[in-house]
Each structure stands twice: as structure tokens, then as C-alpha cells.
């Protein structure tokens, strides 16, 4: 069943211009980080729930960052940009909390 929320239900395209494709660049450095992160934490537990739950209170705790790709360069030398250190940090405090009062 595809939930309601799931983006391939969602239809990104107004006045049929697709705005799919403007992504939060957060997610991009986030999920690269997890990854990361997770390959070197064994003690933490890589069930779906405390992976879901990192990530969504990870994303929760920084600013949105949207950007078109095109856009990429002048993100990232511009003042509002999020480093990969500010992300991993973040994802470091979400799994402390997750290792504290996990959901699964
Ligand atoms: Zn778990």
C-alpha cells in the first residue's frame, strides 16, 4: 500500500513545472552520513524504526536547505550553507537519543 506521503504519490509538478527535483541538500549529506556513521557503530541497533527515527529527528534539528541543482555551487559557498561536520553532529545527538529511549 502507498501511503498518502510517500513521494511517488505526491505530484511535485505546478503549472507544469516539476518542482521535484529541488531537494533539500541536508537530506543528500544526511543520508551519506548515516551511512557512514552506522558502518563504524555496531553497538547502535540498524533496525528500521532507530534508522527511520535518527534520520527524522537528525533532519528535524537542522534548517531546510532547498536548492535547485543547478544551484549546488553557490550553495555551498554562500553564507547559509550547513557543513558535513554541522550535519554529522546532528545525526550524532539523534542517535543518542534514539540509544536512550529507543522505539523498536
Ligand atoms: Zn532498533
Do not use: W
Amino acid at each position: 500500500m502507498k501511503h498518502l506521503l510517500s513521494r511517488e504519490v505526491l505530484n511535485y509538478t505546478i503549472d507544469g513545472c516539476f518542482v521535484g527535483d529541488i531537494i533539500n541538500f541536508n537530506e543528500i549529506i544526511a543520508v551519506k552520513t548515516m551511512r557512514e556513521v552506522l558502518a563504524n557503530d555496531d553497538s547502535f541497533c540498524h533496525c528500521d524504526t532507530c534508522i527511520e527515527d535518527t534520520y527524522a529527528l537528525a533532519m528535524n534539528s537542522l534548517p531546510s536547505r532547498y536548492i535547485q541543482v543547478t544551484s549546488e555551487d553557490k550553495y555551498t559557498q554562500s553564507e547559509d550553507y550547513i557543513d558535513d561536520q554541522k550535519v554529522r553532529e546532528s545525526i550524532i545527538k539523534a542517535m543518542e537519543q534514539v540509544r536512550a529511549a529507543p522505539n523498536h
